[in-house]
Nanobody, 124 residues
């Protein structure tokens, strides 16, 4: 069973930066795309960013494009989400997830393993 553990969340002010990490174990991490999703309070889980298995392609939601960057280090079995210029609307629980197939996706249904989540709170 694949195990994903997120870290790096916290309470910050608008305009600050955070870097989230997701450590993976128990599976073929390097063979599948990895993604970040988030769930704001009272809302459904939504796509944030995804990166391909080769680190040659990535995709970000329009709401974070230009502010967030996704990356991965296959040697360390870790995926990162660098978040800059944070806004109050970025407040959510952030989840790391592994894609079922080798092809990147923005859909929750295409991911089979999830981390426990890490809380990001941005004050105005």
């Amino acid at each position: 069973q694949v195990h994903l553990v997120e870290s790096g969340g916290g309470l910050v002010q608008a305009g600050d930066s955070l870097r989230l990490s997701c450590a993976a174990s128990g599976g073929t991490f390097s063979l599948y795309p990895m993604a970040w999703f988030r769930q704001p309070p009272g809302k459904e889980r939504e796509f944030v960013a995804v990166i391909s298995r080769t680190d040659s392609n990535s995709n970000l939601s329009d709401s974070v494009k230009g502010r967030f960057t996704i990356s991965r280090d296959s040697a360390k079995n870790t995926v990162y989400l660098q978040m800059n210029s944070l806004k109050p609307e970025d407040t959510a629980i952030y989840y790391c997830a592994k894609c079922k197939s080798p092809y990147i996706s923005r859909l929750v249904r295409d991911y089979d393993y999830w981390g426990q989540g890490t809380q990001v709170t941005v004050s105005s």
